[in-house]
């Protein structure tokens, strides 16, 4: 283990939390405490003895704060091989004092964005000296300790107490880790906010570089098999959901969790809390019972009708604040998650009694309809693209068929192809009355999907005691165009009376002609939604 004591520390933070009690640790084991501008006054403040870099390096700061680290006095310090004799001859001969610890957490670039500052602000929170002081320190962590995180104040102190001010060699490499993956993260968050800004002035084609960076929110006991690891990362994005909510209780979440809980939420948020209360329940990543209703315990009871077996041991997505009727009913069944934007108290007591279930209150809805990019990897490479933000509105319907959709089929048909783009493809989407009737999802043919999801309410029928399937009389919507008129007939024969669908087909009219000749209502929408 290679000890190095610290003697001085060089401090400029913009994120004070637990600074004094930091610097007053170091200084109680006599380390001398560098700093700048509001982090200086902060400690001065507290009483603590600090010397202004500008003493360090003989020069003011200048340019409103800009230039005030980038100093051979400052990097000399950070880089120098205190062992190697041409290094140890450059500090003496140019007066260069060793800095054995450098603690920098960068201006608030990410929270600058999340809160929608101007341009102007946004560039005057590019922090520069400190990701260069940063860099400097954690390559030549072999002498120096750098510490960006909080987290990390109370594991340098105790280092330093057992090995009489040192740190070793293995803590400086962990902490050179998180130094490095902190500035590449940052230097992202800039780069992608500066080609959004590109895009609003008409840039069209995509950056040369593209960057991503994440804090650790949790590790994952495994991935979606327990052979794989796993961890859960953030990346700043003020978009409410799982990523930002507060879990109330229950088990600590899984990879399978997160990746349905962000289905489910993604997709009760797109109806506006507004215009009434609506529930999404997730199994896989995919839709089992979507509704609205006039309450919210109605909208879940509606859902779960659409396919109760499916739906054990689900996601529930709520787009209003979780009250204790619905929290009642919710507990009859074993269910996975439940997430909305709050809950009263009746039903976080409610739901208390389940130990297991997890509660999370995300405090808002994401906005269904900005623009942020999606990624995911590929062998050598990853695929970006913006969010699917479309939206289809009723002065987009082009009715193609004799019969004109009723006021009701649309207003079903636009709730079905809504609920459709977050449905794996290929989908096919039943819809009545405000709920959905059946879904099928995620295979190679459109016809099967049709045949799938009315095999289902027919299953929902049998469980319910229905005198027929809630397909009959609903609206189908498909996420892409029938290729054929098979895909349609089979949309028919379930007992959907009107059918939304993009078109674009080279046999579009083959299937008009169909959907005539069975008599249903058509219309298109211009726009498809692929999942995959």
């Known amino acids: 283990m290679s000890l190095r004591k610290i003697a001085r520390a060089l401090i400029s933070v913009s994120d004070k939390t637990g600074l004094v009690d930091f610097a007053r640790g170091l200084a109680d084991q006599g380390v001398m405490l560098i700093s700048t501008g509001g982090t200086a006054r902060a400690l001065r403040d507290a009483g603590l003895t600090v010397a202004d870099v500008s003493e360090i390096t003989n020069f003011p700061e200048m340019m409103d704060g800009r ?27 140019h007066g260069i004092a060793g800095i054995d610890l450098l603690v920098c957490n960068l201006y608030p670039f990410e929270a600058t964005v999340a809160r929608g500052a101007d341009f102007e602000t946004t560039i ?5 000296g400190g990701p260069a002081m940063t860099r400097s320190a954690a390559k030549n962590h072999d002498w120096v300790t750098v510490v960006v995180d909080v987290e990390d104040y109370a594991a340098v102190l105790d280092e330093m107490k057992a090995n009489g001010g040192a740190t070793s060699l293995a803590l400086r490499r962990t902490l050179a880790q998180r130094a490095f993956a902190r500035t590449a993260a940052y230097d992202a968050a800039v780069s992608n906010w500066f080609a959004g800004q590109l895009e609003k002035d008409g840039e069209e084609a995509p950056p040369r570089r593209r960057a991503f ?54 997709l009760v948020a797109e109806f506006d809390p507004a215009e009434g209360p609506a529930c999404a329940i997730i199994k896989h990543a995919n839709p089992c019972g979507v509704a609205r209703g006039k309450s919210l315990k109605q909208a879940y009871v509606e859902a779960l009708a659409c396919d109760p077996t499916s739906a054990f041991g689900g996601i529930i997505a709520l787009n209003q604040t979780l009250d204790g009727q619905t929290a009642e009913e919710i507990a009859k069944i074993f269910t996975e998650v439940i997430i909305a934007p709050d809950a009263d108290d009746d039903a976080k007591k409610i739901l208390a009694a389940k130990k297991n279930l997890r509660l999370l209150v995300a405090g808002g809805l994401p906005d269904p309809l900005a623009p942020n990019l999606t990624y995911r990897s590929v062998s050598g490479g990853f695929l970006v693209q913006t969010r699917d933000n479309g939206r289809v509105t009723r002065d987009m319907l082009k009715v193609v068929t004799k019969r004109a959709p009723t006021d009701q089929e649309i207003t079903d048909m636009l709730l079905a192809f809504t609920i459709g783009k977050h449905v794996k493809s290929n989908a096919v989407v039943y819809v009545k009355d405000g709920a959905t009737a059946a879904i099928g999802m995620g295979q190679t043919n459109r016809v099967d999907s049709a045949r799938i999801a009315a095999q289902r309410a027919r299953e929902a029928q049998r469980i319910a005691g229905w005198d027929q399937p809630r397909t009959i009389g609903s609206a189908a919507a498909s996420e892409a165009f029938f290729p054929f008129p098979d895909g349609l007939l089979a949309v028919a024969e379930a007992g959907a009376t009107a059918v939304i669908q993009p078109g674009g087909s080279l046999n579009d009219q083959k299937v008009i002609d169909a959907a005539d000749e069975a008599g249903l209502a058509m219309v298109f929408t211009g726009m498809r939604h692929f999942r995959h």
């Open 213 to 266: 960076g994440g804090l650790l929110r949790q590790p994952l006991r495994y991935g979606e098999n327990p052979h794989q690891k796993a961890a859960f990362y953030v990346d700043g994005d003020a978009r409410p959901g799982v990523a930002s909510a507060t879990q109330l209780q229950g088990k600590e979440l899984s990879y399978n969790n997160i990746n349905d809980t962000d289905a489910a939420y993604e």
């Open 124 to 128: 005057e929170n590019i922090d520069i």
């Open 67 to 93: 230039v005030k680290t980038l100093h051979p006095m400052v990097h000399g310090g950070l880089l120098a091989l205190r062992d190697k004799a041409d290094h140890a001859a450059s500090m003496k001969e």
